[in-house]
């Protein structure tokens, strides 16, 4: 299929209405909508959202956040790392390598990644090369998180 282009997503009203497709739709969503009521937001202000576009049409997108290592709970050391979130591709353009490329975009950061799969995801998220977390269930907080390492970074897990 090629290679995406992955960009930013800026919070506006279309872009608002475009994530109404997505089933991962939800509060983090709703909260930007109430910020662009109360005219907080600007459209370049800093979204956590990242997504392909096929013509005019989202058709793809995760939320990134880069979480400080104070409040690292998974690696050892405790480092920065990305929370990626929310990763979605549209039933109909699924199969394409459009979920690889967002996740290949969130990699070129060269920082670890965590990721909670949504069921039936884990073969996706193995060939990409993310291992479950085993450590003591108190720590796992039900999430089961998956986890990635950038090359030559330390593979400890806490």
Known sequence: MGSFK??????????????????????????????????????????????????????????????????????EPAQDFLELWKLEVLSDYQQKGFGRALVNFAKSYQLPIKTNPRVKSQEFWSNLGFTPVSYDMERDLGENPLVWYPEGVKEQVR
Request: proline fraction near 1%; aromatic fraction near 18%.
């Open 6 to 75: 992955v960009e930013r997503l800026r919070i506006n009203y279309k872009t608002i209405e475009e994530f109404k497709r997505f089933k991962e739709y939800g509060l983090q969503e709703l909260s930007m909508l109430e910020d662009l009521q109360d005219n907080i937001m600007e459209n370049d202000s800093e979204s956590p959202f990242f997504g392909i576009y096929f013509g005019e049409k989202l058709v793809a997108r995760m939320s990134l956040y880069r979480i400080d290592k104070k409040f690292d709970k998974y690696f």
